[in-house]
């Protein structure tokens, strides 16, 4: 016996996406919709989306559990097509004509072989909201290199040498991040798109590329750049231009931020809590200004009272004084804090009918007034393509 799934919206009962999507940009976004109540209909080839065998792709143990492709997946249902196939090719016809929204972040040139570019695709079917995810957009010489987010989202945007280490060396960030970030931004545009198709009955194309979300997302370095000519990396955390703005080490070991932004502001709490209220008076401390221009010797005072104490001490201390500050937590410690458990922030998938019950992390959005539960259970690979084509037969047979 399964326990209730958590209720969705009124306003996508009966709204249906097709997803012909693989990895993470376009499955995460249309995750989302299935948690918020959607018919996620997720078209995979026969061997399946690739993102559920990453394990076996990285060389670890193929067979254990993915989290990843849960967190992108849940709640959607599974067909098989293999779309070189005319009849199958046809299915997929037939399921956007019924369609709300599709969504895609297979590569142009792919699409385009499949008869699914995106102009003409609307053009058949004129009420669609087209979604197209994709590394660099669907014009100039790249439309159709191929990447992942850490090429498109991270390294061509800029973000990763604007966050390089004190050596120049480029950042080499966590998987999936430029990814989901990047299906936030799809989900908006289609939903953009989804108030226009009800208002007006007509759909259109929506694109998103990583490139352009990573360039987005390091807009005020590229705005100096292009107003200054010129813009300043990040600095290592011993020249950090805003030294209330940076981490530091307690004495067992556990950083910590300090995230006073207005410097002015918060140097009274953070000297009193520190136990060191005389620092106000040393001239390198005396307003914003010259607490940037000395910043390596305000960092290493700060440095040598914080390591004095375990962070504990500090949090205490932190609270009575009304500093401003955050713990850098490990993945361990994140999936147990309790102000996230408290904001819904970690859930539980069904288990379906395998009967294994994952804990996962929760979409970014709360709404009102609707009754908690799990999210409805991962699809195994075309778990529901006869269901989906009996619905698909029956509703032709109706036409």
């Keep these: 016996m399964t326990a209730d799934v958590a209720e969705g919206l009124s306003s996508f009962a009966g709204f249906r996406v097709i997803e012909l999507g693989v990895w993470v940009a376009a499955p995460s976004a249309a995750a989302l919709l299935a948690d918020w109540g959607a018919d996620v209909i997720k078209v995979e080839p026969p061997v399946g989306d690739p993102m559920r065998q990453v394990f076996g792709s990285l060389g670890i143990e193929s067979d254990m559990p993915n989290p990843a492709f849960a967190l992108d997946n849940r709640g959607k249902r599974s067909i098989t097509l293999n779309l070189r196939q005319p009849a199958d090719r046809q299915h997929l016809e037939d399921l956007l004509a019924t369609a709300d929204v599709f969504i895609s972040n297979l590569r142009p040139d792919s699409l385009d072989g499949l008869d699914l570019e995106a102009a003409t695709t609307v053009a058949r079917h004129p009420r669609l909201v087209y979604c197209s995810i994709s590394g660099y957009g669907l014009r100039g010489d790249d439309r159709n290199r191929p990447t992942y987010d850490i090429g498109a989202f991270w390294a061509r945007s800029g973000l990763s040498m604007q966050m390089a280490d004190g050596e120049g060396n480029p950042l080499n960030a966590r998987g999936g991040i430029g990814d989901h970030i990047t299906g936030l931004a799809a989900l908006a545009g289609l939903l953009a798109a989804v108030m226009e198709q009800r208002a007006t009955g007509k759909g259109r194309v929506v694109e998103v590329s990583l490139l352009r979300t990573g360039a987005y997302v390091l807009g005020w370095d590229l705005g100096l750049q292009m107003t200054l000519g010129k813009v300043a990396r990040a600095e290592s955390r011993d020249k950090n231009q805003a030294p209330l703005m940076n981490p530091y080490q307690a004495s067992d070991g556990r950083w910590f931020f300090f995230t006073g932004l207005e410097a002015a502001r918060h140097i009274g709490a953070v000297c009193r ?107 195994a690979l075309g778990q529901h393509t006869e269901e989906v084509l009996s619905e698909l037969a029956g509703r032709v047979g109706n036409s």
């Design 273 to 379: 809590a520190l136990g060191h209220p005389e620092l106000l008076d040393d001239p390198r401390f005396a307003d914003a200004g010259a607490i940037r221009r000395n910043r390596t010797e305000v960092i290493a005072i700060l440095d040598e009272i914080v390591a004095k104490e375990p962070l504990e001490v500090w949090a205490e201390r932190f609270e009575e004084e009304g500093v401003w500050w955050a713990p850098a937590q490990a993945p361990a410690e994140v999936v147990t804090d309790a102000q996230l458990l408290a904001n819904h922030g970690i859930v539980e998938i069904d288990g379906g009918s395998a009967g294994i019950v994952q804990r996962s992390v929760n979409g970014p959005v709360t709404f009102s007034g609707l009754a908690a539960g799990r999210c409805a259970p991962v699809p």
